[in-house]
Nanobody, 118 residues
Framework: QVQLVESGGGLVQPGGSLRLSCAAS????????MGWYRQAPGKQRELVAR???????DYSDSVKGRFTISRDNAKNTVYLQMNRLQPEDTAVYYC????????????WGQGTQVTVSS
């Protein structure tokens, strides 16, 4: 059994910052890629940022220079530091991890709401 639990969402004013965390737990042998996705009302889920086990990172164009993804392999945790938040960043944010138990498979968190509004 593997669980991904996100935290850190909330309401913030435009220009503000939030830090999301996602901790994986359970029968984990190793974790490859970890990432953050988001889904706004009426839109498809999209990639925000991802990070490999070697800490190589990739960002969507809309968040480059504002968001930073990082991970703590000892804690099986991935973070998303979000700065200069804008109303269009409002969405439910999901973490995803490629985790090996007996074999590699993708696991998703339950989602955390981020609302950017004045």
């Amino acid at each position: 059994q593997v669980q991904l639990v996100e935290s850190g969402g909330g309401l913030v004013q435009p220009g503000g910052s939030l830090r999301l965390s996602c901790a994986a737990s359970g029968s984990i042998f190793s974790i490859k890629d970890m990432g953050w996705y988001r889904q706004a009302p009426g839109k498809q889920r999209e990639l925000v940022a991802r990070i490999t086990s070697g800490s190589n990172t990739d960002y969507s164009d809309s968040v480059k220079g504002r968001f930073t993804i990082s991970r703590d392999n000892a804690k099986n945790t991935v973070y998303l530091q979000m700065n200069r938040l804008q109303p269009e960043d409002t969405a439910v944010y999901y973490c995803k991890a490629n985790i090996m138990t007996y074999y590699y498979d993708d696991y998703w968190g339950q989602g955390t709401q981020v609302t950017v509004s004045s």
